[in-house]
């Protein structure tokens, strides 16, 4: 059975850097036809993706997000890393991982995590 | 503005049938796969639809996904109750070299 474990902070303050991780279980981060995908929604508001990886060498990110943003991996420990520097309020919002295709569909989802950017 | 057009709710009676539209350009629905997702208050998002017209494992034959040109659109016949829920495109976009999704479409069963 494929699952994706979100786990960080619940709140953050303005400035500060998040880090997310994802633990995957149920299929390898060695697998080069899956990755994972990071993305995210405000209450109240559509999906956003955030940024993906495909193994370690195929990084990709948000244009919108790009410079705040650092995706890496562990293979050793099945995780999946999300950093995102200076966070503000309106990047308060649900982030979820989700296991991903290389056409780019998301078949299994972790149930998210809420993040607050509050001082 | 989300780079995919849904429109922003739908709704049919029970035992009916409904479209949800995506629409989109040459650089996105065009020329890449389409997915669509369900997302019921609350909890995550669930894959109906992959690679414009495929069914999940689990997924009933209710629901289809078809292409034409740069639009999407998914297919909801035998309405129930439990299909009230917010639906979501997505696709990779090659100008944007990333995945975006649509402003999702809430569903009312009437």
């Known amino acids: 059975q494929v699952t994706l474990k979100e786990s960080g902070p619940v709140l953050v303050k303005p400035t500060e850097t998040l880090t997310l991780t994802c633990t995957v279980s149920?299929?390898?981060?060695?697998?080069?036809?899956?990755?994972v995908s990071w993305i995210r929604q405000p209450p109240g508001k559509a999906l956003e993706w955030v940024a993906h990886?495909?193994?370690?060498?195929?990084?990709s990110y948000s244009t919108s997000l790009k410079t705040r943003l650092t995706i890496s991996q562990d293979t050793s420990k099945s995780q999946v890393v999300l950093t995102m520097t200076n966070m503000d309020p309106v990047d308060t919002a649900t982030y979820y991982c989700a296991r991903t295709s290389t056409t780019y569909y998301m078949d299994v989802w972790g149930k998210g995590t809420t993040v607050t950017v509050s001082s | 503005q989300s780079v995919l057009t849904q429109p922003p709710s739908v709704s049919a009676a029970p035992g009916q049938k409904v479209t949800i539209s995506c629409s989109g350009s040459?650089?996105?629905?065009?020329?890449?796969?389409v997915s669509w997702y369900q997302q019921v208050p609350g909890t995550a998002p669930k894959l109906l639809i992959y690679?414009?017209?495929k069914r999940p494992s689990g997924i009933p034959d209710r629901f289809s996904g078809s292409k034409s040109g740069t639009s999407a659109t998914l297919g909801i016949t035998g309405l129930q109750t439990g299909d009230e829920a917010d639906y979501y495109c997505?696709?990779?976009?090659?100008?944007?070299?990333?995945?975006?999704f649509g402003g999702g479409t809430k569903l009312t069963v009437l």
């Open positions: 690679d414009n017209e």
């Open positions: 997505g696709t990779w976009d090659t100008s944007l070299s990333g995945s975006v």
């Open positions: 149920g299929f390898s981060l060695s697998n080069p036809r899956m990755g």
């Open positions: 990886l495909f193994l370690e060498g195929q990084k």
């Open positions: 040459s650089s996105n629905i065009g020329s890449k796969y």
